[in-house]
């Protein structure tokens, strides 16, 4: 759902001559403290990270995104 939102509004965007990227990094939603104030920890393993976080970025990769 996450790839499919993020798609529309950067096609969005770009309809309008602007340009998006995506720029979180994958888990970090998971974290239980603000990277600016300390390093987080992720402590979810590759399983997860494969089949959920990673997700939206594979979605990202497609030729009608230009950044």
Request: glycine content about 8%; hydrophobic content about 45%.
């Given at each position: 759902?996450?790839?499919?939102?993020?798609?529309?509004?950067?096609?969005?965007?770009?309809?309008?001559?602007m340009?998006?990227?995506?720029?979180?990094?994958?888990?970090?939603?998971?974290?239980?403290?603000?990277?600016?104030l300390?390093?987080?920890?992720?402590?979810?393993?590759?399983?997860?990270?494969?089949?959920?976080?990673?997700?939206?970025?594979?979605?990202?990769?497609?030729?009608?995104?230009?950044?």
């Amino acid at each position: 759902m996450v790839g499919v939102l993020v798609a529309a509004a950067v096609r969005g965007l770009q309809e309008n001559g602007m340009l998006a990227t995506a720029k979180h990094f994958p888990g970090h939603g998971d974290t239980d403290i603000d990277s600016h104030l300390a390093m987080p920890v992720i402590h979810s393993g590759w399983s997860r990270l494969n089949s959920l976080e990673l997700q939206p970025f594979r979605r990202r990769l497609t030729p009608a995104w230009r950044s």
